[in-house]
DNA sequence: TTAATTGCAAACAATTTGCCTGTTA
DNA sequence: TAACAGGCAAATTGTTTGCAATTAA
């Protein structure tokens, strides 16, 4: 499942000349079935699950390799460690509810159209960017129903 | 000058009890003149210039301190240091040349609107937010000359 | 075969902490 | 003077790197 960053990675390493290994194998089918957002170290835990000779190291050269290859997306999401996930999907932002932590994805094309034109007015592209409201329920009024995802 | 701060902070010592000492003064000094967004070692240094004997533990305990009291904001940019700046000054957010590591700061009303309107459709209200945009230089076209401080 | 890759441990960089002395209220 | 702070160095944490052994192509 998810081939395509499986055929991503296989072209990237043709062309590199870099070899598919199992250790890489294993560490981008654990970040391609991740749903959430995990760490190097959380990503060590659950490819050791599968490969319990997998070195710490081989996740962090793997995930810097993956995400020059623009396979891989990193967040640095404020506490120290680098979080990934794959480029694949469809782009999105956060609204997090600080009392409860819970992360509500969400996209604007328009804040999207926005940030466009105001890195164009400074002379700039956009790399990436990102864009995380920190949010409490409203007192009143009721809350849309929502599918939300942890970290 | 930027007395506000500096009252502030006068405040919330004699609130929590906590002492205004010396490398105290100084590490607020730095941090209300600062134009820029120092980390954590250059903070230490510019603090150093004015006393020597200021220890780099110092000032990571000042400027916990600080922003716990909510007189610094924090950033993490992505490259592994945390960034301060004066929370006193009018919201904004930051373009960062990804090139050069040089911060824009900018300001978007729409923006601003528009989250307001996403966390309340999601049934919420704001409580802060985070917008930063990773920026190289268009290729082409000239850049907007521009006042850009240093990160 | 052989250059790329890995595991391991040591190295690093940013930040935190323990401890004992110095200082402020 | 008594509790809070600071200096210093050691400890932690996340990440990177050197190197000899291993492995994919």
């Known amino acids: 499942m998810n ?4 055929e991503e990675f296989e072209r990237v390493c043709r062309d590199k000349g870099l ?6 194998r294993v560490i981008l089918n654990v970040l391609t079935k991740a749903t959430d957002h995990p760490d190097a170290i959380e990503v060590h835990r659950r ?6 000779g997998i070195a710490i190291a081989t996740v962090y050269r793997t ?13 640095a999401f404020g506490d120290g460690r680098t979080r990934y996930e794959p480029a694949d999907r469809e782009h999105h932002d956060h609204l997090i509810n600080i009392e409860t932590g819970d992360v509500i994805e969400f ?3 328009e804040i999207e159209r926005l940030q466009e034109e105001i890195a164009r007015a400074h002379g700039f592209e956009i ?7 920190f949010v409490k ?13 942890k970290r």
Chains 1, 2 share one sequence.
């Open 127 to 133: 790399v990436s960017h990102r864009f995380e409201i």
């Open 107 to 109: 996209r604007s094309d």
């Open 47 to 52: 490819a050791s699950l599968i490969d319990p």
């Open 19 to 24: 070899r598919l290994t199992g250790p890489r």
């Open 63 to 75: 995930v810097r390799l993956l995400e020059d290859s623009g396979i891989l997306e990193s967040h």
């Open 137 to 149: 329920p409203l007192k009143t009024g009721k809350r849309k129903k929502e599918s939300r995802s």
């Open 3 to 6: 081939s395509k960053l499986d």
